[in-house]
């Protein structure tokens, strides 16, 4: 990248040719960042000054910025202050020029003209030379902070904030620099005008006193506007990680609405921004439209009153030209402050993040060694009998208003030793290994470990978007040979070989691509992995088929495992009697968080307590010895995929006409033609009151201070024209375009997101598509309208003022025309280009900021506690910076266009003004004027036209990508099916499967093969089979999840293909294995369809035991959140949920997997009596759960291998339908 010399900014267009070159042939290859920016990255010491700063004043943040960072906002002062000067120089040129040319008697004319010359070329050059490294230092500042923020608020994803920041911190050498620019102006206008200057600055400051106020309003009412931006798009990024589980249940219209309610909250919030945006504007046009008007007014008024010097060309046009230049301070001292007060609110909001109450480790630790296997040997280091964690009357609570939910622990946890916990569902198992890892918020009592990083597997596993490879190892060294015999141990190595790219395949979003059995394998792959010596698992075991769950037992709980081999310390949660019999020591809690019990598995299974009852009421775990295990077919068609990541290549290519015909239909014809209607009156009224001035000076030579009210009428009747339709044209497109957009587009995207096929749904990366409902309906929201409506005004600003320039001296245009036509022409080919290509890499660069963020805040427990918080603060520094070099690089290419631009316009006025002086006295003075001065504004005009151009060309990507996402995204027809639905179908539930083949899509390869089953209306199924044998694919099918390639599903004898997606799951009643909740309340989660009474979601609750759990936290209308209920209680809640939506057909897919046995007991005895009517498909791996169901359909590779009932099944020997209890049980 360029450095900040201007020596070198100026002869950056060697730099910029070779970046057009290389950013054509490879989007990559965009150069390093400078030292200064990298370090802003990486801040350390404005980090120490951050901690030792006085954190209770208000702007506390700010100012610890603007200190760290003074030498860098210093830099570019200097530079503004030319500029400031350069700028008001030029009405004393044009003074001076059409003085001359109106008298030249002069004792050295030739000389003299050649100085006017000469100062021109000083002037236009300077104010090239000075607004480029200004602007250059500014938006230098603009990336350093940006990049010092993002790694400030790293744990957590406030990317529209920074968004906010880095725009508002774009003005602030303009903010200081602008009340200069427009005291001096005043001055030179009471030279000018005398009194009559008051007048003007009467106008001026009254824009000022009305829209100074507004725009600190409008930064209050932004602040309120991100608020609901940001809840949109946390509860949209989590709809879209359990997406699958919500299509399933049939609650897709439901989130979708939740989720366009919040969007219409979100427009709805922006609209008193955006009214406040509509009076901001026009009080600042108010001042260019208003105040020339009141100046000349009382100017002429007065010269006519007292029989003085009438209004004269040079005066008239000097005067206008300082008009011009307050105008623009003025309107960015409004706008500026509007910014920079959004800039202050954002720090403010950010500020008070970075005070929430931080992670304490409340544990004493004993030693600070991280205790890890010696990674030669696999041998663990001894530690003696030194106790691995003692708890002595410990209690914990998630917050300080909590009652606590673990009362009065005390144990002790020996090393080297499993120790399991257990107890019922919602006894706070998992809260204690939290407990144990430091990750409760508040503790009472005393706990100290001998480990400072443990192996950490959650309930929920952890799976991140990458590889199998890549989430076994995590951050960890690569160690083949201990990497195979993890795999091998976790009965991983089969599913490897089965992959298309082995372990290198993907595993899709949060792991939707495997099923929960072997999410939770490959995190105890991690676990093991990662040398720990102390292992925390909670329930790593749910979800596996019982000859899988056999085989992890055996190679690595048992005696003669992987853990005891190793002498690792285990402490593992779970809900199953068949594990205690691998434990050293065993912990048994109540259901109100105390420990019952506590000893050795002999010890406690002899006594009377729960632990004794639930060992002799657990069935005998089979004990074949096969361990192979299939791939889900469910995974392998899933998982062959390209493992290249979509990064939207399509979109980099040129926008096409077709791209802006797609937002003019979105836009709508009548709302366009209005809004193109005021902006050509309002371009007339900015321009002709010029040529009206022209015609009112000649005629003020022949006739002086005549007719005066004829002439200010009509300049006023002008002035009023100008400010009303710039009311209009702001209105028509602030309140009436943007969001009719802004709702569409939303509506566009979430409906293909929430319809796409399951194969889209779990290949696609979470942050890839959160970035499309974040970044591009940021941009629809904010610049595509923003550089449409400027573009629109500077396209016809254009021509209007190059049509004045070159009218005002014809001999100029011959000369200059066809020049400036080609600059302008190589630069739209070469700059535009190579500006949209680096402005879609910054857009493009955003998404793997979302997912490491994302990703990090979903593993936040687990990254502590492997000690990974420091190389996911690495990785945050890595995309940080492949995001830094093109959002840096757009700002330098930027720099060079203003140089072109500005010595391009600096030619223009050095050759209009030498033609002019050489042709003195042949010269219409008059229309010099004009020249003269749409020359001080063609250079501005024409820079925002080019800028503006480009950011609508960058900004309308975000159409393309939203277009191209709609067009290549498969999609269902929710809708599509009968027209006319009975009422109460499915009444029965019979259903009948003939011969169906299915797969994921219409190309792919089947999962299903010549399914075919009966199932009578009211009958009882399960489907049982080994992990990878069709279960899952199954159901899906039967959910329209799939797409049958032959063969027929009837339900109550209407073929499923005619009835709509949307409709057949909404009439299903399904509890998927993993329980997902809505953002709402605790009612809404409980009756999402809004069909149940008070009384009966109150019933349901109390039918599964969770009302009084419930009514604690509040009641119904209560806060759903994560920790509101504990991964069992999330169960009986969806049970719960089934009870209150009437169906005639219940879907269980695992539900039990993760409930204690009385739990398990509850649930099949809820099932059987408040069920016994429905037809019931049950995918389950526990036999016991099963034995009364009417018939059993046992799956293998995609087919049913036997079919009958459980007797019948058990009762066939050695038989193939032998294999029974070791695939069920």
Same mark, same amino acid.
């Given at each position: 990248?360029?450095?900040?010399?201007?020596?070198?900014?100026?002869?950056?267009?060697?730099?910029?040719?070779?970046?057009?070159?290389?950013?054509?042939?490879?989007?990559?290859?965009?150069?390093?960042?400078?030292?200064?920016?990298? &370090?802003?990255?990486?801040?350390?010491?404005?980090?120490?000054?951050?901690?030792?700063?006085?954190?209770?004043?208000?702007?506390?943040?700010?100012?610890?910025?603007?200190?760290?960072?003074?030498?860098?906002?210093?830099?570019?002062? +200097?530079?503004?202050?030319?500029? =400031?000067?350069?700028?008001?120089?030029?009405?004393?040129?044009?003074?001076?020029?059409?003085?001359?040319?109106?008298?030249?008697?002069?004792?050295?004319?030739?000389?003299? &003209?050649?100085?006017?010359?000469?100062?021109?070329?000083?002037?236009?050059?300077?104010?090239?030379?000075?607004?480029?490294?200004?602007?250059?230092?500014?938006?230098?500042?603009?990336?350093?902070?940006?990049?010092?923020?993002?790694?400030?608020?790293?744990?957590?994803?406030?990317?529209?904030?920074?968004?906010?920041?880095?725009? $508002?911190?774009?003005?602030?050498?303009?903010?200081?620099?602008?009340?200069?620019?427009?005291?001096?102006?005043?001055?030179?206008?009471?030279?000018?005008?005398?009194?009559? =200057?008051?007048?003007?600055?009467?106008?001026?400051?009254?824009?000022?006193?009305?829209?100074?106020?507004?725009?600190? &309003?409008?930064?209050?009412?932004?602040?309120?506007?991100?608020?609901?931006?940001?809840?949109?798009?946390?509860?949209?990024?989590?709809?879209?990680?359990?997406?699958?589980?919500?299509?399933?249940?049939?609650?897709?219209?439901?989130?979708?609405?939740?989720?366009?309610?919040?969007?219409?909250?979100?427009?709805?919030?922006?609209?008193?921004?955006?009214?406040?945006?509509?009076?901001?504007?026009?009080?600042?046009?108010?001042?260019?439209?208003?105040?020339?008007?009141?100046?000349?007014?009382?100017?002429?008024?007065?010269?006519?009153?007292?029989?003085?010097?009438?209004?004269?060309?040079?005066?008239?046009?000097?005067?206008?030209?300082?008009?011009?230049?307050?105008?623009?301070?003025?309107?960015?001292?409004?706008?500026?402050?509007?910014?920079?007060?959004?800039?202050?609110? *954002?720090?403010?909001?950010?500020?008070?993040?970075?005070?929430?109450?931080?992670?304490?480790?409340?544990?004493?630790?004993?030693?600070?060694?991280?205790?890890?296997?010696?990674?030669?040997?696999?041998?663990?280091?001894?530690?003696?009998?030194?106790?691995?964690?003692?708890?002595?009357?410990?209690?914990?609570?998630?917050?300080?208003?909590?009652?606590?939910?673990?009362?009065?622990?005390?144990?002790?946890?020996?090393?080297?030793?499993?120790?399991? +916990?257990?107890?019922?569902?919602?006894?706070?198992?998992?809260t204690l290994l939290k407990l144990l890892l430091g990750e409760v918020a508040e503790v009472s009592g005393t706990i100290s470990t001998n480990f400072a990083t443990a192996a950490y597997c959650s309930q929920t596993p952890w799976i991140t978007f990458g590889t199998v490879r890549q989430n076994i190892v995590g951050s960890c060294q690569w160690d083949q040979g201990w990497y195979d015999t993890v795999v091998q141990a976790c009965s991983l190595k089969t599913d490897l070989q089965q992959l298309p790219a082995g372990d290198e395949t993907r595993v899709g979003v949060r792991g939707s691509c495997l099923s929960g059995g072997q999410q939770m394998r490959v995190a105890l792959a991690r676990a093991l992995y990662s040398r720990e010596r102390v292992l925390v698992l909670d329930d790593v075991l749910t979800g596996l088929d019982r000859e899988t769950e056999r085989a992890v037992i055996e190679a690595v709980f048992s005696p003669g495992g992987?853990?005891?081999?190793?002498?690792?310390?285990?402490?593992?949660?779970?809900?199953?009697?068949?594990?205690?019999?691998?434990?050293?020591?065993?912990?048994?809690?109540?259901?109100?968080?105390?420990?019952?019990?506590?000893?050795?598995?002999?010890?406690?299974?002899?006594?009377?307590?729960?632990?004794?009852?639930?060992?002799?009421?657990?069935?005998?775990?089979?004990?074949?010895?096969?361990?192979?295990?299939?791939?889900?077919?469910?995974?392998?068609?899933?998982?062959?995929?390209?493992?290249?990541?979509?990064?939207?290549?399509?979109?980099?290519?040129?926008?096409?006409?077709?791209?802006?015909?797609?937002? @003019?239909?979105?836009?709508?014809?009548?709302?366009?033609?209005?809004?193109?209607?005021?902006?050509?009156?309002?371009?007339?009224?900015?321009?002709?009151?010029?040529?009206?001035?022209?015609?009112?000076?000649?005629?003020?030579?022949?006739?002086?201070?005549?007719?005066?009210?004829?002439?200010?009428?009509?300049?006023?009747?002008?002035?009023?024209?100008?400010?009303?339709? &710039?009311?209009?044209?702001?209105?028509?497109?602030?309140?009436?375009?943007?969001?009719?957009?802004?709702?569409?587009?939303?509506?566009?995207?979430?409906?293909?997101?929430?319809?796409?096929?399951?194969?889209?749904?779990?290949?696609?990366?979470?942050?890839?598509?959160?970035?499309?409902?974040?970044?591009?309906?940021? +941009?629809?929201?904010?610049?595509?309208?923003?550089?449409?409506?400027?573009?629109?005004?500077?396209?016809?600003?254009?021509?209007?003022?190059?049509?004045?320039?070159?009218?005002?001296?014809?001999?100029?245009?011959?000369?200059?025309?066809?020049?400036?036509?080609?600059?302008?022409?190589?630069?739209?080919?070469?700059?535009?280009?190579?500006?949209?290509?680096?402005?879609?890499?910054?857009?493009?660069?955003?998404?793997? #900021?979302?997912?490491?963020?994302?990703?990090?805040?979903?593993?936040?427990?687990?990254?502590?506690?492997? $000690?990974?918080?420091?190389?996911?603060?690495?990785?945050?520094?890595?995309?940080?910076?492949?995001?830094?070099?093109?959002?840096?690089?757009?700002?330098?290419?930027?720099?060079?266009?203003?140089?072109?631009?500005?010595?391009? #316009?600096?030619?223009?006025?050095?050759?209009?003004?030498?033609?002019?002086?050489?042709?003195?006295?042949?010269?219409?003075?008059?229309?010099?004027?004009?020249?003269?001065?749409?020359?001080?504004?063609?250079?501005?005009?024409?820079?925002?036209?080019?800028?503006?151009?480009?950011?609508?060309?960058?900004?309308?990507?975000?159409?393309?990508?939203?277009?191209?996402?709609?067009?290549?995204?498969?999609?269902?027809?929710?809708?599509?099916?009968?027209?006319?639905?009975?009422? +109460?179908?499915?009444?029965?539930?019979?259903?009948?499967?003939? $011969?169906?083949?299915?797969?994921?899509?219409?190309?792919?390869?089947?999962?299903?093969?010549?399914?075919?089953?009966?199932?009578?209306?009211?009958?009882?199924?399960?489907?049982?089979?080994?992990?990878?044998?069709?279960?899952?694919?199954?159901?899906?099918?039967?959910?329209?999840?799939?797409?049958?390639?032959?063969?027929?599903?009837?339900?109550?004898?209407?073929?499923?293909?005619?009835?709509?997606?949307?409709?057949?799951?909404?009439?299903?009643?399904?509890?998927?294995?993993?329980?997902? @909740?809505?953002?709402?309340?605790?009612?809404?989660?409980?009756?999402?369809?809004?069909?149940?009474?008070?009384?009966?979601?109150?019933?349901?609750?109390?039918?599964?035991?969770?009302?009084?759990?419930?009514?604690?936290?509040?009641?119904?209308?209560?806060?759903?959140?994560?920790?509101?209920?504990?991964?069992?209680?999330?169960?009986?809640? *969806?049970?719960?949920?089934?009870?209150?939506?009437?169906?005639?057909?219940?879907?269980?897919?695992?539900?039990?997997?993760?409930?204690?046995?009385?739990?398990?007991?509850?649930?099949?005895?809820?099932?059987?009596?408040?069920?016994?009517?429905?037809?019931?498909?049950?995918?389950?791996?526990?036999?016991?759960?099963?034995?009364?169901?009417?018939?059993?359909?046992?799956?293998?590779?995609?087919?049913?291998?036997?079919?009958?009932?459980?007797?019948?099944?058990?009762?066939?020997?050695?038989?193939?339908?032998?294999?029974?209890?070791?695939?069920?049980?």
């Open positions: 990248m360029p450095s900040s010399r201007p020596v070198v900014i100026l002869f950056a267009v060697s730099w910029v040719a070779k970046l057009t070159i290389l950013v054509l042939e490879s989007t990559e290859n965009l150069p390093a960042l400078d030292s200064a920016i990298q &370090a802003a990255s990486d801040p350390k010491q404005l980090d120490e000054a951050w901690q030792e700063a006085d954190k209770y004043h208000q702007n506390a943040l700010l100012w610890t910025f603007a200190l760290h960072y003074k030498w860098e906002i210093a830099e570019g002062i +200097l530079p503004r202050i030319a500029y =400031t000067i350069f700028n008001l120089a030029q009405p004393f040129l044009v003074e001076r020029v059409l003085n001359f040319m109106k008298e030249p008697e002069h004792p050295h004319p030739t000389m003299y &003209a050649g100085g006017l010359l000469a100062a021109y070329a000083v002037v236009c050059i300077g104010l090239a030379v000075s607004y480029t490294v200004y602007q250059h230092k500014t938006y230098r500042l603009v990336s350093i902070i940006r990049g010092s923020l993002v790694t400030l608020i790293f744990n957590k994803t406030l990317p529209p904030i920074i968004e906010r920041i880095t725009v $508002g911190l774009r003005h602030i050498h303009d903010f200081y620099a602008n009340f200069i620019e427009v005291g001096l102006a005043f001055w030179l206008m009471a030279r000018l005008l005398g009194l009559a =200057t008051i007048a003007a600055v009467v106008v001026i400051i009254a824009c000022l006193i009305i829209g100074v106020p507004l725009a600190i &309003a409008s930064g209050d009412a932004q602040g309120t506007w991100l608020e609901a931006v940001e809840e949109r798009i946390a509860v949209t990024s989590q709809a879209l990680g359990v997406l699958k589980s919500i299509k399933m249940t049939g609650l897709t219209e439901v989130v979708s609405n939740n989720i366009r309610d919040l969007r219409s909250r979100d427009v709805k919030s922006s609209l008193r921004f955006r009214f406040y945006n509509v009076l901001i504007l026009t009080f600042s046009y108010a001042s260019s439209a208003l105040a020339p008007v009141f100046g000349f007014g009382v100017y002429t008024v007065l010269a006519w009153a007292q029989n003085s010097g009438a209004l004269t060309n040079s005066m008239a046009f000097s005067a206008l030209t300082l008009f011009y230049l307050i105008d623009h301070p003025l309107m960015s001292i409004i706008d500026g402050s509007e910014d920079l007060m959004a800039v202050v609110n *954002c720090f403010q909001r950010i500020q008070k993040f970075l005070l929430e109450t931080e992670r304490r480790d409340y544990r004493i630790i004993r030693s600070a060694a991280s205790g890890v296997i010696d990674h030669e040997t696999s041998e663990p280091h001894n530690d003696g009998e030194v106790p691995c964690v003692i708890a002595q009357d410990l209690s914990a609570a998630w917050s300080v208003d909590d009652e606590p939910v673990l009362r009065s622990l005390s144990f002790q946890i020996n090393p080297g030793l499993i120790t399991m +916990l257990v107890g019922p569902v919602g006894c706070r198992k998992s992987l853990i005891k081999r190793s002498g690792l310390t285990v402490i593992l949660a779970t809900n199953s009697a068949h594990h205690l019999r691998f434990a050293d020591y065993i912990i048994s809690l109540n259901g109100d968080g105390n420990i019952i019990e506590q000893g050795t598995y002999d010890t406690l299974a002899a006594r009377e307590g729960y632990v004794g009852t639930l060992t002799r009421s657990a069935t005998p775990m089979v004990t074949s010895r096969s361990s192979e295990l299939l791939l889900d077919d469910e995974t392998l068609k899933n998982l062959n995929l390209d493992n290249n990541d979509d990064t939207d290549q399509y979109s980099r290519s040129s926008s096409d006409f077709s791209v802006f015909v797609y937002y @003019f239909n979105v836009v709508g014809r009548p709302l366009l033609a209005l809004f193109f209607v005021c902006v050509c009156a309002f371009t007339f009224g900015l321009t002709f009151p010029q040529i009206w001035l022209q015609w009112w000076t000649v005629a003020n030579e022949k006739r002086p201070n005549e007719d005066i009210w004829y002439w200010l009428g009509v300049y006023g009747a002008l002035g009023v024209l100008t400010l009303a339709s &710039a009311f209009f044209a702001i209105w028509v497109f602030g309140m009436l375009i943007i969001p009719k957009t802004a709702q569409r587009f939303h509506e566009i995207l979430l409906g293909v997101t929430m319809n796409a096929t399951t194969s889209v749904v779990t290949s696609t990366d979470i942050g890839t598509t959160t970035n499309r409902f974040s970044q591009d309906l940021e +941009l629809v929201d904010g610049e595509l309208p923003e550089a449409f409506e400027l573009t629109t005004y500077a396209i016809l600003d254009f021509f209007v003022e190059g049509i004045l320039v070159f009218v005002g001296s014809s001999y100029a245009a011959v000369a200059v025309l066809p020049l400036v036509m080609l600059v302008v022409y190589l630069v739209g080919t070469s700059y535009v280009r190579t500006s949209r290509q680096i402005r879609l890499l910054d857009i493009e660069a955003k998404a793997p #900021l979302f997912s490491n963020f994302l990703e990090a805040m979903s593993g936040l427990p687990s990254i502590r506690a492997y $000690g990974w918080s420091e190389d996911y603060k690495r990785r945050a520094l890595a995309t940080l910076e492949a995001s830094q070099k093109p959002f840096y690089a757009l700002y330098c290419i930027q720099r060079w266009l203003s140089v072109v631009l500005d010595l391009l #316009l600096a030619g223009i006025a050095v050759v209009v003004v030498a033609i002019a002086l050489s042709m003195v006295g042949n010269s219409n003075m008059a229309m010099l004027g004009i020249s003269l001065f749409n020359i001080v504004c063609f250079s501005g005009t024409l820079q925002v036209l080019v800028t503006q151009w480009i950011d609508l060309e960058t900004s309308i990507g975000a159409v393309s990508r939203i277009r191209s996402y709609v067009q290549q995204r498969e999609t269902e027809d929710p809708a599509a099916g009968l027209e006319i639905m009975p009422n +109460l179908w499915p009444e029965k539930g019979d259903i009948q499967i003939s $011969g169906v083949v299915a797969s994921y899509s219409p190309s792919s390869e089947p999962v299903l093969r010549n399914i075919n089953l009966n199932i009578s209306a009211g009958e009882k199924v399960a489907l049982c089979g080994r992990t990878g044998s069709g279960k899952s694919s199954l159901v899906s099918t039967i959910l329209q999840l799939l797409h049958i390639h032959h063969g027929s599903i009837l339900i109550d004898g209407i073929d499923i293909s005619q009835v709509s997606s949307a409709a057949l799951r909404s009439r299903v009643n399904t509890i998927p294995q993993q329980p997902f @909740f809505l953002h709402g309340s605790i009612r809404l989660n409980a009756n999402p369809e809004g069909n149940a009474s008070e009384e009966t979601i109150k019933w349901a609750l109390q039918t599964v035991n969770l009302w009084s759990c419930i009514e604690s936290r509040g009641g119904l209308d209560a806060e759903m959140t994560e920790d509101t209920l504990s991964r069992g209680q999330q169960q009986l809640f *969806c049970l719960a949920r089934a009870l209150c939506k009437p169906s005639s057909i219940l879907i269980i897919d695992e539900a039990t997997s993760s409930v204690d046995a009385d739990t398990d007991t509850l649930m099949q005895n809820v099932i059987r009596t408040h069920f016994q009517e429905q037809t019931i498909i049950a995918i389950a791996h526990k036999l016991e759960s099963v034995q009364d169901f009417d018939k059993i359909a046992v799956m293998d590779s995609g087919q049913i291998v036997a079919y009958d009932t459980p007797k019948a099944l058990l009762s066939k020997g050695k038989s193939v339908y032998g294999g029974l209890p070791a695939r069920c049980a």
